[in-house]
């Protein structure tokens, strides 16, 4: 929709060749906003992005270089949607490579970062404040057996996404972390399987959630608060998870008292 200057946001997303950044780059499209995308490649199939750049997120002077041509080519940047993800073969940590686990914390954790460090001046400047839609994991919250790095650093994403929110005035930034469960794409195909991953989430599921969240700031219809995580299932669909604040207004797991033995 356009904003009262006439002109449409501009929504970025990442790892948008296929999958859940495709169909996420889809639907911000089809709520009237530019789109640039990004992957390490080419763009996928045509959605009507205005822009695809290839820019390795792992990478923080490619990353700096993505922010000035989205400087150059719009002036501005509303949201962005930190999409790009890698999860290496479900197997237990000790087969898994060095190089492995340096990939997953590299693109899962550190891309969002230093995406968000780079875009940060443009969205805190964005007319309206900007969105940042981290896309973590249920595994973050539920960590799964055979993906301890991957867990892990989708823990660290949910982590950096509620201090993003604490760090940065909430009429300035909205932060949120998107945790799907499995979703039928060929990332899930790769670890499980095509039949599993057809029994997964759709994707088009999960990308209109987070397309409602940059657009709208709401999940069903329903506003919630920056620094929230929401978690998306097969099951349930799509729930808000606030974080209990202590009086200092720190965000934290509950205290629950001591286990029973
Ligand atoms: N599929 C699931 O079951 C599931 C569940 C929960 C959360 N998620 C999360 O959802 C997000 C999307 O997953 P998906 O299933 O759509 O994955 P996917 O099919 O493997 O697609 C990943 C996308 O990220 C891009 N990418 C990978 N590494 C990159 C890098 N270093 N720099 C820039 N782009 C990069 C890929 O493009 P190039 O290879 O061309 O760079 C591709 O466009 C990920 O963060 C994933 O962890 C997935």
């Not at 792992?58 to 041509?69: H, I, L, T, Y």
């Not at 599921?205 to 409602?212: I, K, L, T």
Request: one cysteine or more; charged letters at 20%; proline letters at 6%.
């Amino acid at each position: 929709m356009p904003t009262e200057r006439g002109e449409s946001r501009v929504a970025v997303v990442t790892g948008a060749s296929r999958a859940l950044g495709r169909e996420i780059a889809r639907a911000l499209v089809a709520k009237e906003f530019r789109v640039a995308t990004c992957s390490t490649g080419p763009a996928g199939p045509g959605v009507g992005e205005s822009l695809h750049v290839a820019v390795d997120v792992r990478d923080p002077e490619s990353v700096g270089r993505f922010a000035e041509a989205l400087g150059s080519h719009f002036g501005r940047v509303d949201a962005v949607v930190n999409n790009a993800g890698f999860a290496s073969p479900v197997a237990p940590l000790g087969s898994a490579t060095v190089e492995e686990i340096r990939r997953t914390f590299e693109t899962n954790a550190l891309g969002p970062i230093f995406v968000a460090r780079a875009l940060l001046p443009r969205l805190t400047a964005a007319p309206g404040g900007g969105v940042v839609v981290n896309i973590a994991s249920r595994a973050a919250i539920t960590p799964v057996p055979g993906l301890a790095a991957y867990s892990a650093s989708k823990a660290a994403l949910v982590a950096f996404t509620l201090d993003l929110a604490k760090e940065t005035p909430s009429d300035r930034l909205f932060a949120v972390a998107v945790c799907p469960g499995g979703i039928d794409t060929e990332m899930r195909a790769r670890l499980y399987g095509a039949d599993d991953a057809r029994r997964q989430l759709p994707v088009g599921d999960v990308a209109r959630v987070v397309a409602e969240i940059v657009s709208d700031r709401t999940v069903a219809g329903r506003g919630f608060a920056s620094g929230s995580a929401v978690l998306v299932t097969r099951e349930q669909g799509a729930a808000v998870v606030e974080w209990p604040a202590d009086a200092r207004g720190f965000s934290s797991l509950e205290w629950r008292g001591p286990a029973k033995g």
